[in-house]
């Protein structure tokens, strides 16, 4: 009877993970690796694709607009004459709409991401705010341009725009209006509402990728939570929100509509002297020449996206370089 008791118990017995799978079909298994090696050429098919269309672009604009550069294009002013026309105005017109921008969106966007992330508790209100969060960065970008419109150049209509409240004098470096009507401020704030939400939602990722053992340990010494923050986590999350800063300021300065908006003008033959000048951007001026019928327009148009390709790896390049120094110095 025993023994007959022992045979049950070695037939029942339960077959490990390995023996499972080894008992498989061999036809499952050549099925399962065709759906696999399908899958994985689809997406090289369509990445392949993507780039492919991408070079196809990026030749064609420089055949078009490469004759067109030089030194005299950067440094002249738009004209009706395409052989006398530049991107003196908008491109620094873009520089300083984006270095305000970069100003103004970083250290609240960051500041916005510390407090969710590290002292904020859960609870309704701090889910409500995440929520809210994620859909404004799905907006369009148009819908800001009108809430730059109301917000920082008529100021919710409680100062009149024919009068406006000055400080200082408007050849000054240091001057300043409320409204801040259609000017570079009120430009370069209004792409800071745009890009806000995305240095939130990359900080918070790049927050969260740091340890919770490290925090932990800092506490463990007596570190205050600030201090935790700052010594700490801040400096490990830094190259990845310094990457989310790449990205959004890449965003900033290819948006046309919101600038559009503020009523900004397409022809303008001056750079800006201070936060209240007159500006336009790289483009709206863009987009002025490609509406021309005459072919030399669209060759200054073809000639200006490669000017702005170039500021954007510029400062994308510059962003690398700083986010390489801080993550060198931190280890």
Known sequence: ?????????????????????????????????????????????????????????????????????????????????????GVRAPLWGSIWVCVICAVAALPIGVGTAIYLEEFSKRSRFRSFIQLNIANLAGVPSIVYGILGLTAFARAFGTANSEDPITFGQPESFFYLQLPFGNGVLAGGLTLMLVVLPIVIVSSQEALRTV?????????????????????ITLPASIPMIMTGGILAMSRAIGEAAPILVLGVPLFIRSTPSNLMSDFTVL?????????????GFHELAAAGIIVLLAVLLTLNALAVIIRHRLQRANG
């Open 283 to 295: 483009p709206l001026q863009i987009y002025n020449w490609s509406m021309r019928q005459q072919s």
């Open 211 to 231: 340890p919770g053992s490290l925090r932990t340990a800092a506490l463990a010494l007596g570190a205050t939570q600030w201090q935790t923050t700052w010594n």
């Open 1 to 85: 009877m025993h023994s007959l008791g022992g045979r049950a118990q070695s037939t029942t017995r339960t077959r490990t993970p390995g023996e499972i799978v080894a008992a498989a079909t061999p036809t499952s298994q050549v099925g399962r690796r065709i759906v696999d090696r399908t899958f994985l050429g689809v997406c090289i098919a369509f990445t392949a694709l993507a780039v492919l269309l991408l070079v196809i672009l990026l030749v064609s604009i420089w055949q078009d607009g490469h004759a067109r550069l030089s030194w005299q294009f950067l440094s002249a002013f738009a004209s009706r004459k395409t052989e006398e026309a």
